[in-house]
């Protein structure tokens, strides 16, 4: 005889254990006795151990050989199903133990909870197809039931803080809430049991919400079996972005990338999309669907064929680097003459980098000093620097504005080397301004890659000044004198902003110096002599 799957014995074992458990609950509620107390709580040893066993399969399932993604995932998710399989027993106990602590049963209004229980109950009874079966539909409906929960918290929450209005028994009814809320807690433990068996169907960790925003972009197009879902990033303002691989009408996989998170967000992506389509024709990729729900949005866009400067700085060949760089000062330079307009434009980057610097204080305190003195003489303080130039930086306007990416970071452009192209991504940035802002931040999310051998950082220090570079011959072209004066600014900047998302303190402070040196550089610069202002751009970016 074979033997028997470690994990899906003992899943067994541990749903069968809690749905005696549920059982006992509901009697209980039904009629309060402190027996019917004891062996609910006598039993808590035997759902934590079978638990503890299913974890244990599944840690030891992922530890032994090379297990493919699919498998790991699934691993997890049943891992993370047995935590609130256990979590619903513990949470039963505790309610009982609130209960018992009610002198008055009739403030605790048992009665009303023996239909939220018994659903709970029979949601439990389902797990088990849903996890085995991959059957989404009923996955979601598991994850429902937190609402049907949550509006008898609601309701009940309402009755008990009513009661408690002048009434003598508050102690009685404040039991009653503590109750409450273990027993409404099982609907969170629920919908997290769901968002596990909807991400081993789908192949990416998902929140509940999340499968419906991806639902409903998708809609019409694949079912969750026809659907491989993989990460690509998390951003910083907590947007989700994953590329989707669907199977086509005629069987071909179809390409795309789904992003979701705060709709104001998104919109703004979207927003960005749309204009670079309309300004600067085939840079930006094609919104394929988007959807809204509350205060989420989801965006379906296009695939972009190639990889993110920042891979090909990295990892690519020197010949291949080269001919990257090519093309994207190519379209650069293009995308500014064809968008120039003779507005002025004003960056704002000392305004910018005072809004940040609380961040910054907050993770390199020691590198961040502030007024001093050096054998009698005042050294201005970081924060004063920054107050001071935005006072020089607001009487030097760009003398025209183009439109820029706005967070032109190097893995935020995409180079195709087979149809030697440029793209562009993660344009909720983007607008007319001036182009040092897109230059500045290019030139140091070079410099803050955090790789130390020295033949990487020459390579990196190179691709920064080449960029320089190519503006520099822009700018003169454009005859924009105080290019290099504002371009210090901004690098000023995005040195001393950027150190927020570092956390090696020796990178952090390397950059730190540098944002300090440009600062006082700039401000030693006689007024109206602006113009004659440059920086050893060599020395900057070499380490």
């Known amino acids: 005889m074979p033997r028997p799957d470690p994990i899906a014995e003992n899943m067994s074992f541990l749903l069968a254990e809690l749905d005696g458990q549920l059982t006992r609950l509901i009697a209980y509620f039904d009629d309060p006795r402190t027996e019917t107390a004891l062996q609910l709580v006598q039993r808590a040893g035997y759902s934590h151990n079978l638990s503890m066993r299913v974890r244990k399969a599944c840690l030891a399932g992922m530890m032994r050989n090379k297990k493919s993604e699919a498998t790991q995932l699934r691993l997890q998710g049943i891992d993370t199903i047995a935590r609130n399989l256990d979590l619903i027993s513990r949470l039963g106990r505790r309610a009982v133990e609130q209960a018992e602590r009610v002198d008055r049963q009739k403030l605790l209004r048992a009665d009303t909870y023996g239909a939220p229980l018994k659903r709970v109950r029979r949601t439990v009874a389902r797990i088990n197809d849903a996890l085995e079966a991959r059957d989404s539909k009923l996955a979601v ?81 694949a079912r969750d079996e026809e659907i491989t879902l993989q990460p690509l990033a998390e951003t910083r303002s907590g947007s989700a972005i994953s590329s989707v691989n669907l199977r086509g009408a ?33 840079l930006a990729p094609e919104i394929l669907s988007y959807e809204k729900s509350g205060k989420s949005a989801a965006l379906l866009i296009e695939h972009l064929e190639g990889e993110t400067f920042e891979d090909i700085v990295l990892g690519a060949t020197d010949e291949a680097l080269a001919e990257a760089q090519k093309a994207l000062h190519k379209t650069v330079r293009d995308i500014w003459r064809q968008t120039r307009t003779d507005e002025p434009a004003e960056m704002k980057a000392m305004e910018q980098l005072a809004k940040r610097m609380k961040d910054v204080h907050r993770l390199h305190s020691r590198f961040v000093r502030g007024p001093q003195s050096v054998n009698g003489v005042a050294v201005m303080g970081f924060d004063g620097l920054v107050s001071a130039a935005a006072a020089r930086e607001a009487r030097i306007a760009a ?26 991504i993660d344009l909720h940035r983007s607008r007319y301004m001036d182009y040092v802002q897109d230059v500045s931040v290019f030139m140091v999310s070079n410099y803050r890659l955090q790789v130390l051998d020295a033949g990487t ?42 150190t927020r998302f570092v956390v090696d303190e020796k990178h952090a402070r390397r950059m730190l110096v540098r944002a300090r040196y440009i600062l006082e550089s700039a401000l030693a610069v006689p007024e109206g002599k602006e113009a004659r202002f440059r920086l050893p751009m060599k020395e900057l970016f070499s380490d």
């Open 141 to 221: 409906e598991i994850g429902q039931a937190r609402t049907e929960m949550g509006s008898f918290h609601d309701q009940l929450f309402r009755t008990y803080t009513r009661d408690m209005q002048g009434a003598k028994h508050t102690e009685d009814l404040a039991y009653g809430l503590l109750c409450l809320n273990e027993v409404t807690r099982m609907g969170e433990a629920l919908q997290t049991i769901s968002e596990a068996i909807l991400s081993i169907n789908i192949g990416q960790s998902v929140q509940f919400e999340r499968y419906f925003t991806l639902r409903s972009v998708l809609a019409g197009v």
């Open 250 to 282: 005629k069987g071909e996989t179809v390409a795309a990338v789904f992003k979701d998170g705060d709709r104001r967000k998104v919109k703004e992506e979207r927003v960005g999309v749309k204009s670079w389509n309309s300004v600067y024709p085939g």
């Open 399 to 424: 003398p025209f504005s183009v439109y820029i990416h706005g967070d032109f970071n190097l893995d935020n452009v995409i180079y195709d080397a087979v149809g030697r192209k440029i793209r562009f």
């Open 457 to 498: 950082r020459a390579r990196i220090a190179a691709v920064a000044t080449d960029m320089h570079a190519m503006a520099a011959k822009f700018a003169r072209q454009q005859k924009d004198p105080t290019f290099e004066y504002r371009l210090a600014l901004g690098l000023a900047r995005s040195f001393a902003s950027s």
